[in-house]
């Protein structure tokens, strides 16, 4: 990189970072359209993380009503479903592929960085899911309280792609460095 292009990228990131620094959860979420067709799009939640009392970084999400603990088999199906609660759904261990009935979009959900997603799709006909890894598959779904969604921006239509979960608010100085190399 010639310095003149570096000069512009340090001052391109001089006007656009944050001087709070804050980071936001971004989670791959399935939801119904207008017309109860299943979707995927990239949500960012709107509250930020917060300093934990030792060490690293918490999110309060949102209120839940239930936790269930749900052990699926190898290489098994479920089918064409949606889920009964507006949830959470988080990946302990295992693999998981999710797919539309209408579109090309899917999702692969795998423990560890990206094993959490939104399950909002409960009206219209679903999603199929599949857990194709020769092991157990094990999750987590959380309910939310009265069905109520956290706040948060939808990002993009389609899955989140990123090797973390966690974003900065400078996203913007992110699309404006890749514009500009």
């Not at 993009?156 to 973390?164: L, N, P, V, Y």
Request: hydrophobic share 45%; proline share 6%; aromatic share 8%.
């Amino acid at each position: 990189m010639c310095f003149s292009r570096l000069a512009h990228l340090i001052f391109l990131l001089s006007l656009t970072l944050p001087s709070n620094g804050n980071q936001f959860l971004t989670a791959t979420a399935v939801v119904s359209d207008s017309n109860d067709n299943a979707r995927i799009e990239c949500w960012e939640f709107t509250a930020p993380f917060a300093e934990y009392p030792t060490v690293g970084m918490a999110l309060a999400l949102a209120n839940v009503s239930n936790l269930t603990y749900v052990v699926l088999p190898p290489r098994s199906k479920e089918g064409l479903h949606k889920p009964p609660h507006i949830m959470f759904f988080v990946l302990l261990s295992g693999l998981a592929h999710v797919t539309l009935p209408d579109g090309s979009d899917e999702v692969w959900i795998m423990e560890g960085v990206n094993g959490l997603i939104v399950a909002a799709d409960t009206t219209g006909i679903g999603h199929y899911t599949e857990y194709p890894s020769d092991k157990e598959t094990v999750a987590l779904q959380i309910p939310f309280a009265d069905g109520k969604v956290p706040a948060h921006d939808v990002l993009k239509e389609g899955a989140c792609h990123s090797t973390s979960q966690v974003i900065s608010d400078h996203r913007i100085t992110s699309l404006a460095v890749e514009e500009e190399l």
